[in-house]
Each structure stands twice: as structure tokens, then as C-alpha cells.
């Protein structure tokens, strides 16, 4: 079973960088794509980034410019760094894994990790 779990996150001052990071296991051959979630309560969950296994990247208009989204695809580990932020940014961040192929080579379901809180505050 797909497992991901992220780290990083707890409590940033505005204006200061939020740095994530998450780690996928679970007899993994290759992930197609990675990318972080995250959601305010009340809220529906959004994308904030995500990068393929081949370099295509998207952000949300929210963090663009201010985002990078790096990954180790045979490590199957990703991460994310968000410059400047601002009180909107405070969200619970998810990490996400799509087009999972397992080592027995068969496709593995989507898989979500717990989520962490970034909390942006002055």
C-alpha cells in the first residue's frame, strides 16, 4: 500500500519561507505525478503545485512566482518551498501521488498523506 508521509511545516512568520517536504514507500516503481494540496477548513481542497515525472509543471495564481515545487523521482520524494508568505497561505498541506505503478507492475490507487499545518503568522 502506497504511503506518504510530509514533514516540514508548523508555524512561519509572514513574509518568511514555508518549506515542505514528503516521502512515498510502499514497493513503488513510479509515481507520474506528485503534487501538494492544501485546504483551509470550510474550505475545499486546492491545488498548490505539481510536477510530473517529466519535468511539466503547474502552480496555482495564488503562489505563482513565489512556489517551487522540486522532486527526486527515483527517490520518489518531493517538496516544496513558498517564499514571501502571507496569512492565506496558513492551510493544512497534503501531499498527493497519481499514476502510481507498483513493483509488481500493476497500477497502485492515488494516494493522500495525513496532511501538516503551516500556520502564517505576523
Known amino acids: 500500500q502506497v504511503q506518504l508521509v510530509e514533514s516540514g511545516g508548523g508555524n512561519v512568520p509572514t513574509g518568511g519561507s514555508l518549506r515542505l517536504s514528503c516521502a512515498a514507500s510502499?514497493?513503488?516503481?513510479?509515481?507520474?505525478?506528485m503534487a501538494w494540496y492544501r485546504q483551509v477548513a470550510g474550505k475545499q481542497r486546492e491545488l498548490v503545485a505539481s510536477?510530473?515525472?517529466?519535468?511539466?509543471?503547474v502552480y496555482a495564481d495564488s503562489v505563482k512566482g513565489r512556489a517551487t515545487i522540486s522532486r527526486n523521482v527515483r527517490a520518489n520524494t518531493m517538496s516544496l518551498e513558498i517564499k514571501n508568505v502571507k496569512s492565506e497561505d496558513t492551510a493544512v498541506y497534503y501531499c498527493?501521488?497519481?499514476?502510481?505503478?507498483?513493483?509488481?507492475?500493476?497500477?497502485?490507487?492515488?494516494?493522500w498523506g495525513k496532511g501538516i499545518l503551516v500556520t502564517v503568522s505576523s
Open positions: 510536477r510530473t515525472s517529466v519535468d511539466t509543471l
Open positions: 510502499g514497493g513503488i516503481r513510479s509515481i507520474n505525478t
Open positions: 498527493h501521488a497519481r499514476g502510481v505503478i507498483l513493483s509488481t507492475g500493476y497500477y497502485g490507487d492515488d494516494a
